[in-house]
């Protein structure tokens, strides 16, 4: 396969982790200097940390598909350390579905005291599509796995 068969996915990778990037310096340090009310900032801080924390395994994910990229760009899409960058990746997803379930409860406080229950759902979206990555991941190891136990068996049947 040619080495910038994957260049665009490669682009697209390190584009959806410069603005959360961005968001982590610029965007979430500026939040507890500047509230938006004053009385909500023992509600506000939980929030932030689980959305710095939620950081990690974004970038570890992202790091991860990076890798797959790069093993695909190799001929080794069909080995074990392929189906092992998709396990990282369903963990990773797995984790900030987590941990913004944890988030979810000082959304909804936040929510409460501000009257604003779209809120609620605007808080519910990263669980959702963090466990839709976490799933087609999932299916996406299971069958990768597969795939890589025919090779296995036609190599040795040869």
Not at 19 to 29: M, R, V
Request: with cysteine; hydrophobic share 55%.
């Amino acid at each position: 396969m040619k080495q910038g068969s994957t260049l665009f996915l490669k682009a697209a990778v390190t584009f959806m982790g410069i603005p959360i990037l961005a968001l982590c310096i610029f965007g979430l340090s500026w939040l507890p200097k500047n509230p938006f009310n004053p009385d909500y900032d023992h509600i506000l801080y939980p929030i932030l940390i689980g959305m710095y924390v939620s950081v990690i395994p974004y970038f570890v994910a992202l790091f991860q598909a990076f890798k797959l990229l790069s093993y695909i760009d190799k001929n080794q899409a069909f080995s074990e350390l392929s189906v092992t960058a998709l396990k990282r990746i369903k963990f990773c997803a797995m984790t900030i579905s987590g941990l913004y379930v944890v988030i979810l409860p000082f959304v909804f406080l936040v929510a409460e005291l501000d009257d604003a229950p779209g809120l609620v759902i605007v808080g519910m979206v990263p669980i959702f599509a963090s466990m839709v990555i976490a799933v087609f991941a999932a299916v996406l190891q299971r069958l990768l796995q597969e795939a890589i136990d025919i090779k296995s068996e036609n190599d040795l049947v040869v």
